[in-house]
């Protein structure tokens, strides 16, 4: 690995001109130590830095990335369509096509409404849950991330949780007061809070794979649990896919487990790379958003041509016959090695899985909520991951994140990381 002279300079401007150097917090490398890298440009499973460094890429771009850096379909669409115009400000057919393949994916979507990101779309589900109820109270779980609008910041996952931030400052304390948290997988602890306050609920919001804990599944009849117990109080069961959505399964996890939402919030693979985010369910639900209804919500780049055409090239690229079968293959080949590697090294871990996500806990015991996901030792993970970086793999810079396979990750990419996870575990036992 060459020096990184032109990162370290990069970066010292960063810190001049951006908050804390950075424009989302995990990216400052805080929780791992070093300086974060600087990356120039990504092909692949692969990006490089502003000194020409080469790093196997497991970020890939929060999970966005499915298809890896720069698919040449995806980058086909995008220049076509940037001849044509990057925005419009007005209705395109492109936007018509795209919730057409989601609707047909996930069914529960009847009607669909395109946005920039995926915290703009899980405020925007939680204003229209409130508006078709009537109801002012959000059940969330500890350790989940929603975004960053306030109704979601207290005892938060993802960025959150890597700073040890328990609730956002600025956020009024009458907004906290309208969330109810609850442990993750833990029915007991709903049906209580439904006991006391049902009809004050106007929906719970669930990860339906956790993974801003780190990857934590759920358990058996947990999510089966929280759609009877929406149902039977009138509230709604709002799934957040921003995630998992078009990675667990073609459509998401709701298509993997059988259980449909009321509402639906989507995110990340279905842009393609490009910022895009989606929420939709139950018609009758929708059409409270205006134009059809009172509540409301606008952007001016909702629906943005070039989003539009790289979320339609992924999905096209994602409907190829045995797509996820051969990416969970390769991530359940990487879950096996990294156990394999740690046990050999005499290094306690707990590793899951979902699919192509995956989230090694440095920790004994079995990860099921966010209270377990909290005893991990952090200061092994991070010289896990310094490790690693040194050896050109590049993980996500937080021990509550999901390591994100792409389809461009090869059987050789997998071999190597395992190899690599080897030298890395070695002696770790002792920090």
């Known amino acids: 690995m060459t020096p990184r002279d032109r990162s370290r300079e990069i970066w010292r401007r960063a810190l001049e001109v951006l908050v804390g150097g950075v424009n989302s917090p995990v990216r400052a490398f805080r929780a791992v130590g070093g300086e974060p890298i600087i990356v120039e440009r990504a092909s692949g499973g692969r990006i490089w830095d502003a000194d020409g460094n080469e790093y196997l890429d497991y970020i890939s771009s929060w999970g966005a990335m499915i298809l890896g ?3 040449p379909a995806v980058t086909s669409a995008l220049r076509e369509q940037a001849e044509r115009g990057s925005s419009y400000g007005v209705t395109n057919e492109l936007e018509v096509q795209l919730a057409e393949q989601i609707r047909g994916a996930l069914p529960s979507m009847e009607r669909v409404r395109f946005v920039s990101s995926g915290s703009e779309a899980a405020m925007s589900a939680l204003r229209a849950a409130r508006g078709f109820t009537g109801r002012e109270l959000v059940v969330k779980f500890q350790g989940g991330y929603h975004g960053h609008a306030d109704s979601f910041l207290s005892e938060a996952g993802s960025g959150l949780a890597t700073f040890g931030i328990a609730a956002s400052a600025g956020v009024p304390e009458s907004f906290a007061a309208l969330t109810l948290n609850a442990p993750y997988n833990n029915p007991a602890a709903v049906k209580e809070i439904f006991a006391k306050r049902g009809k004050e609920i106007a929906a719970i919001f669930v990860e339906p794979v956790a993974a801003n804990m780190g990857v934590v599944p759920p358990e058996p009849g947990f999510l089966q649990m929280l759609r009877d117990v929406t149902a039977e109080h009138g ?8 995630i998992t959505g078009f990675r667990i399964a073609w459509g998401g996890a709701q298509n993997a487990v059988g259980i449909p ?37 606008a952007g001016t780049l909702s629906g943005n041509p ?15 016959p045995g797509f996820y079968e051969e990416l969970d293959a390769r991530a359940k080949r990487l879950a096996e090695g990294l156990t394999a590697a740690a046990k050999d090294a005499g290094v306690p871990v707990a590793i899951n899985r979902a699919g192509s996500l995956l989230t090694v806990f440095f ?59 080897r030298e890395s575990f070695s002696g770790l036992t002792a920090n």
């Open 69 to 71: 850096h720069a698919h």
């Open 235 to 242: 509230s709604l069961l709002v799934f957040d896919e921003v």
């Open 261 to 297: 939402p009321d509402l639906t919030v989507l995110g990340k693979i279905i842009g393609g790379g490009m910022p895009v985010a989606a929420y939709g369910g139950r018609a009758d639900v929708m059409k409270m958003v205006a134009p059809e209804g009172p509540v409301y919500q």
């Open 306 to 320: 070039l989003a539009m055409r790289a979320g339609l090239s992924t999905l096209a690229e994602l409907r190829r």
């Open 363 to 421: 920790t004994e015991g079995r990860v099921r909520d966010y209270a377990s996901a909290k005893h991990s030792n952090t200061e092994r993970f991070a010289t896990f991951f310094r490790r690693m970086f040194e050896r050109g793999i590049l993980l996500p810079p937080s021990q509550f994140e999901a390591l994100f396979l792409s389809a461009a990750h090869t059987d050789a990419d997998i071999a190597r990381t395992i190899a690599t996870a």
